[in-house]
């Protein structure tokens, strides 16, 4: 049986930890409105207008949808990181020796991992959406929540790549490559029709992707959106249940079978 | 009533290394058990496999009706565990640390609050409530890390050393606490290296070496079962002799002899206020003035001596 009470508890507690990385909170921030007010209107420049007669709409309306989902992912990875500091001071046998089940523990890691890069994101989301203009309200809001879902998933991967690798400079480099490939091989960068079809078969099938397009979709920009927004939703769904399934697998066979190295 | 835990030939290998050796010990409900041993000697493989941390290789326990391997979420509820490094995070503050162990343990928002103050005032940091962990002392981390069994008050409370770096009087003061918490209804499992603290609060104490469990009774029990009820330590000016060690032997009433240190004996015998001035000629005679000989009662130590052939320092190092 599990506690809702437990998972919140869980969660509350990563959502403080949060709050004391002052530096990067400022720093994502600063990437983000770099990455909008130069990467985007630059570019967005050289694009006009062979790019909005394919897409139907500006490359910058594209692409700033898309970075809001890159920069929600990027934060929400974090927790991964968390595992490795929690790790040097001992704190997962503190974690492991609480009186929640490890479904409750990883099920309110993830959660609360997720939640603190949501709100966090929120008010450059809420940007975005001022940029781009918000057409549909209910459609926005299943979009809204399924982003809610994608961080949980995303908070739940980082923790099953942390759990599973036992080594903050190796998690560091497969972060790094598992970003240039999950990042690039979606379409928060560029439409789906600009890539070759060999790409197209892992872009469609990419939670990143998902979630971009859902967001498009929320926000209005439907013509950039080739995934239909149920099958979206539901890879979300599978995302988030699959990697929340593998963190409690791991944490009670790896962490459990001899500790942390 | 049955135990209320029971090791059943619990053992945990990691590779080659048998950290925990087939271990059988039972605990009663109400007791405050001590687990000692020097360091390497298994005390905290068996406390992490208690509290379900790690999983046993072999072997199970039992905290009340559940077992460790099978049943580890109820298992944990009956149980809280103070860790013998401080487990917390060092942005952490000691105020944030306590109120949300009381709160993940499942205390109301105003016993939280009221037992959160209570203890920090008690161990004096109350004034450092809201300092981050980074700044304290050793001393201090590992007050905060005791004071979360202390405001749980869990139906069995495993301590592992919980009074290392700490002061005389913060000792003092936790022991106190170890007690009241039995008091109130807590059966404790106290993990130590200090024999004096297993001596002072505990009604068993189990020794542990190299994984095995050596001997577990009262302490008065234990220090009754070395053969002579006397000790008389010696300290020389110079190194003694191999063949005065052997004489010393020899003389009546004494069971045995020990070199803690190359001029230091403890003299296992019977009577001792009788045999001090025969034993103080004997070091005239040998040519090995005395620097200083005192009569004592024999120790946890002295039990740890008698089982191993080795002090605590000896079997560390070992």
Known sequence: MISLRNIWVVAERDLRTFVNYKFMLIMRA?????????????????????????????????????????????????????????????????????????????????????????????????????????????????????LFLFAFGVAGFSITLAVSIKSSDKFDILLGVVDALIVRLSTTLYPLVYMPNYYQAFARFNPLTFAADLFRWGAGIESTVLTNPAVAVFGIILFFSIFTFLGIILHERRLEGGGWQ | MPPIIRMINLTKKFGNLTAVDHLDLEIEEGEILGLLGPNGAGKTTTLLMLTTVIKPTE???????????????????????????????????????????????????????KRVQWILEELGLWNERRKTVHTFSGGMRKRVETAKILIQRPKIAIIDEPTTQIDIVGKHK?????RTLREEGSTILLATNELYEADMLSDRAAIMHKGKLLVCDNPKKLKDSIPGGDIIEVVLEKDIPKKSLEEVKKINRVVDVLATKPNHL????NKAEEMLPQITEFFLKTQAPIKSIQMSEPTLDDVFVHYTGLTIEEAEKK
């Not at chain 1, 809001?68 to 020796?97: C, K, M, P, Q």
């Open chain 2, 174 to 178: 936790i022991w106190n606490m170890i």
């Open chain 2, 266 to 269: 403890k003299i296992y015998l």
């Open chain 1, 30 to 146: 600063i990437w983000f409105l770099a990455q909008i007010a130069l990467f985007g209107l630059i570019v967005n420049k050289m694009f006009k207008p062979d790019v909005e007669l394919a897409i139907g709409t500006s490359y910058f309306n594209f692409y700033a949808a898309g970075i809001i989902i890159t920069l929600l992912y990027s934060t929400t990875v974090f927790i991964g990181y968390d595992i490795y500091e929690e790790a040097d001071h001992g704190v997962i046998e503190y974690l492991l020796s609480l009186p929640v089940s490890r479904k409750e523990l990883v099920l309110g890691r993830s959660i609360g991992g997720g939640l603190r890069s949501f709100i966090y994101v929120s008010p450059m989301l809420l940007f975005v959406l001022y940029l781009i203009g918000v057409t549909n309200l209910l459609q926005f809001l299943v979009a809204f929540i399924s």
């Open chain 2, 59 to 113: 072997g199970t326990a039992f905290i009340g009706p559940y077992d460790v391997t099978s049943e580890s979420d109820k298992a944990r509820t009956l149980i809280g565990m103070a860790f013998q490094d401080p487990k917390m995070l060092w942005v952490s503050t000691p105020w944030d640390v306590l109120n949300w162990h009381a709160k993940v343990c499942g205390l109301s928002t105003d016993e939280r609050k």
